[in-house]
């Protein structure tokens, strides 16, 4: 019987006998002396005494003397262990003995089967089958092991090198890599290294017989079951989600109550580089058997054409890939916000910036945070191509894009966020099967919703500009000419002119005023669209009601429009251009908060007012340019309706009937509505377009010379 732990071990690792172990020991507590201060003595030398420790009783020739033994029997000051063990009552309610229970048995694991390549645990089966199962089993074979490595290579949670090398039933490793297993056997040469194989072999194949038909007969017929659905999904393997649509690769699986749940990795993009990012996939419970392709997820080989579906996942990919980055795009179908409750969806038809890097800064709480891409098997190169087309990533079409944000932000000064760096310099290449995980989605904001939200990849596209709109324009040429000089000007030297205070007035505002309906709106619409430059449109109640508000709100803006280029609109921008009083601080806290923040704007912004005789004189020396806008004239009016009315059929109305319409004095907006109007009552009757139809809305109108 193996011997129990020492009774007593002394500090310097001999052995010796506790005090109290011996029976005759138990004296030594009657005759200890007291501790209680000696009769007599004076306070000082009781102080005296305890000051000195108890180093002092310990004689200097090493000899113990009888005031150090009666220090070692005071509580704890033994230097030894005392061992008590574990005992049941018959109630089972825990106690503690000094003696080993009797019914202890002796360990079965020693050194005699530490000669074992393999320490199989049985307990009884239930199944009917058989007799035993295995419990587990202990791998000690070295030679075993060094061929395991190979077999349930990168297998998570398994690590081949430990000394006790453990699987437990049902052995799943083992289901998942039975066919590497059996050619690992087939092709091993060592004569040593194949007759542990060869037993492993045996016997797994008795215990997992029943396991591997199972599985055979499932994937033979298609189906599967909720509590097998671990046979089919690997780790490693990659599946298919959302219908088909999607490609995630397995961590790991699990099983719940009514569920099996996997752990899955994808391919993102984070603002300056690639890596993974965890998902998990639920399959909820069913009765009986159900399709494998029917599944909430299931494995890619077993769609109906893997071949042809990796392709079109692949081009996906590479399609996400290509919008790494910042990117100026169009958007057109359903997309995701963040609600209170969780995620909300969105019909969008708008024009989107597309950028992680904004996204983290202007979403703190829903930053995206990723793990560093398996680089273990890639070259190393200062400049990585990628393994899709270059060629791909040209917008020849004029669409803004730019694939890192050193190039993005040129002369970005801020270093708000040290993982400013390019995405060339540090993102790895994607592999192919990087690709085929790639993400379906991208985070970014929509103009015309104002929101920042995550689009499908499937639903983005170029923007088609319209090359007309500044052609267009009712302006004098000269006027056009000169506005669309400084813009451009502008964009692409704002960093050559500096204020004598570094970063102030750098930005360029164009005041345009008038009365309703004379294009001050559609003067900044073309302007961007001329330039290809992002338009951010907004009036004052965008910006909220309080200061506070105000100013949060507009600083966002403001750093967004300078970050992407963007033209900003403040449209109607009458409170905060108005003339300050005594008598509305709260308008005038408004008013010197737009002023300030314009002080330090880098970038291009058009303000709209019908009141411009209001407007307040401190307003004056920050407007770069002040145009106004006086009513059509005859020329104009004409010009206009021809305009609307070609843009509507292609083709305009004859000269006479131009003139005709003309004499009507009506503003832009006007003109507009009542040819869209005439479009409608043509259409209802089958028609095209002509100045009859316009007639009959003016005179409902009562629009008459």
């Known amino acids: 019987m193996s011997t129990p732990a020492t009774e007593g071990i002394g500090c310097n690792g001999s052995a010796s006998k506790s005090v109290y172990d011996n029976a005759g020991d138990t004296e030594d507590f009657d005759e200890m002396p007291s501790l209680e ?17 108890i180093d002092t009783t310990v004689a200097t020739n090493g000899n113990v003397t009888k005031e150090d033994q009666d220090v070692k029997a005071q509580v704890g000051m033994i230097s030894d262990v005392k061992n008590l063990y574990e005992s049941r009552s018959a109630d089972w309610t825990t106690t503690w003995v000094d003696k ?3 019914n202890w048995e002796e360990p079965v694991e020693n050194s005699e089967t530490a000669r074992y390549a393999l320490i199989i645990r049985n307990k009884k089966s239930h199944d009917g089958r058989k007799k035993l199962r295995i419990d587990s089993i202990v791998v000690q074979s070295p030679l075993l092991k060094r061929a395991l490595r190979d077999i349930l290579k990168d297998y998570p949670g398994i690590c081949t090198y430990i000394d006790r090398l453990t699987f437990d039933a049902p052995f799943k490793p083992f289901v998942h890599r039975w066919a590497n297993l059996v050619t690992a056997l087939q092709d091993e040469e060592d004569p040593a290294i194949k007759a542990h194989l060869d037993l ?41 989600v959302g219908g088909g649509e999607r490609a995630v690769r397995v961590v790991s699986g699990s099983e719940s109550l009514d569920s099996f749940d996997l752990s899955c990795e994808i391919v993102d993009w984070d603002g300056t580089r690639f890596g993974v990012a965890q998902t998990s996939v639920s399959i909820f419970d069913f009765p009986g058997t159900k399709a494998i392709t029917e599944l909430e997820a299931y494995p890619l080989e077993y769609h109906a054409n893997p071949a042809k579906k990796k392709k079109e996942l692949m081009e996906r990919g590479k399609a996400f890939a290509r919008l790494s980055g910042y990117h100026y795009k169009h958007y057109s179908g359903v997309a995701t916000g963040k609600g209170p409750w969780g995620p909300i969806s969105y019909n969008v038809n708008s024009r989107i910036i597309i950028d992680t890097y904004a996204w983290n800064r202007f ?6 945070s990723l793990k560093p891409l398996d680089d273990t098997s890639r070259p190393t190169q200062t400049k990585p191509k990628p393994t899709y087309d270059d060629s791909l990533d040209s917008d020849d079409d004029g669409n803004e894009s730019y694939d890192s944000y050193d190039e993005y932000y040129a002369n970005e000064a801020d270093n708000e966020h040290p993982d400013h760096i390019t ?10 099967d990087e690709i085929l995980l790639c993400s379906t989605t991208v985070r970014g904001y929509s103009l015309k919703n104002k929101k920042w939200l995550t689009f499908f990849v499937a639903s983005v596209s170029d923007i088609r500009f319209n090359d007309r709109a500044f052609e267009r324009l009712v302006l004098p040429n000269d006027h056009k000419e000169l506005l669309l000089a400084l813009v451009e000007s502008q964009m692409a030297n704002k960093e050559t002119f500096d204020d004598i205070i570094q970063g102030k007035g750098k930005g360029m505002i164009v005041l345009l005023s008038g009365p309703p309906g004379v294009g001050k709106t559609l003067t900044a619409e073309s302007v961007s669209e001329n330039i290809r430059a992002p338009l951010y449109m907004m009036s004052a109640g965008d910006l909220g009601l309080t200061s506070s508000d105000v100013e949060s709100s507009l600083s966002n803006v403001l750093e967004m429009c300078t970050k992407w280029n963007a033209v900003l609109l403040i449209d109607e921008a009458d409170v905060f251009l ?18 300030r923040m314009l002080e330090y704007y880098e970038g291009i912004l058009f303000l709209t007012t019908n009141r411009v005789a209001h407007i307040d004189t401190a307003f004056q020396s920050r407007i770069h340019i002040s145009m106004a806008y006086e009513d059509l004239s005859y020329s104009s009016r004409r010009r206009v309706w021809n305009d609307f ?8 109305l004859p000269e006479e009937d131009l003139d005709r319409l003309a004499v009507y004095e009506m503003n832009g907006r006007e003109i507009k509505n009542v040819v869209k109007t005439a479009q409608l009552l043509a259409r209802r009757k089958y028609q095209s377009l002509g100045v009859e139809h316009i007639m009959s809305v003016l005179a409902i109108e009562k629009r008459f010379i």
């Not at 201060?37 to 420790?53: I, K, L, Q, R």
């Not at 033979?220 to 690997?234: H, K, Y």
């Not at 995405?423 to 192919?432: F, I, K, M, N, V």
């Not at 009315?645 to 305009?652: L, T």
């Open 200 to 240: 492993f072999h045996l016997i797994m194949a008795e215990e997992l017989e029943y396991d591997l038909k199972q599985r055979d007969d499932y994937i033979a017929n298609g189906v599967i079951t909720l509590r097998s659905c671990w046979m089919i999904f690997q780790p490693g393997t990659v599946i298919l």
């Open 423 to 432: 995405q060339r310099d540090t993102a790895l290449p994607l592999t192919e």
């Open 37 to 53: 201060p000696n009769e007599g003595s004076t306070d000082d030398e009781n102080n005296e005494h305890d000051s000195e420790g």
């Open 100 to 102: 080993i229970p009797a």
């Open 578 to 595: 108005e003339q300050r009083s005594v008598n509305d601080l709260q308008r005038n806290k408004l008013v010197s908060i737009f002023l």
């Open 645 to 652: 009315i070609e843009a509507g059929q292609n083709w305009g």
């Open 363 to 368: 979403n703190p709480n829903s930053r995206v």
